[in-house]
């Protein structure tokens, strides 16, 4: 079988966080990871290409992942693709907005790596093994 290539896109403003979730992603065969440090930074990337998954933090100065999460959902040509929310244990309240607004899943700091490919691979239907 052939995995074709897919291609993510990682928001988040803190540089350390963003690093463990693009290494994490970067684990998974054949995915190409692209970086943002805020959601308008994220549309600008967006607006670059396509995306076959959307990775974000909901905590950003500029512009933040839950009013990124609505511009992707209004967006035509990016409206269908997989959002992950990334949240801190505490914002329960977050994670329901982002929800309400179309993100499909989310993940709850401290990063996983194991938790960040799995989400991933089950977003994309991506076999487990290469
Ligand atoms: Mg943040």
Known sequence: MILSEKNALVVED?????QLIVFALTRIPKM???EADDGVDGL???ATGKF????T???????DGLKLVRRVRLDPTHKDVPIV???????EEDRGRAMALGANAYITKPIVAQ???AKVRE????????
């Open 85 to 91: 929310v990334i949240t801190t244990e505490a914002s």
């Open 123 to 130: 977003l994309l239907k991506m076999p487990e093994t290469p």
């Open 32 to 34: 190409r990871v692209t």
């Open 44 to 46: 600008r990337k967006l």
């Open 52 to 55: 076959d998954i959307i990775l």
């Open 115 to 117: 938790v960040v490919i």
């Open 57 to 63: 933090d909901i905590n950003m100065p500029i512009m």
């Open 14 to 18: 803190s540089p350390m966080m963003r």
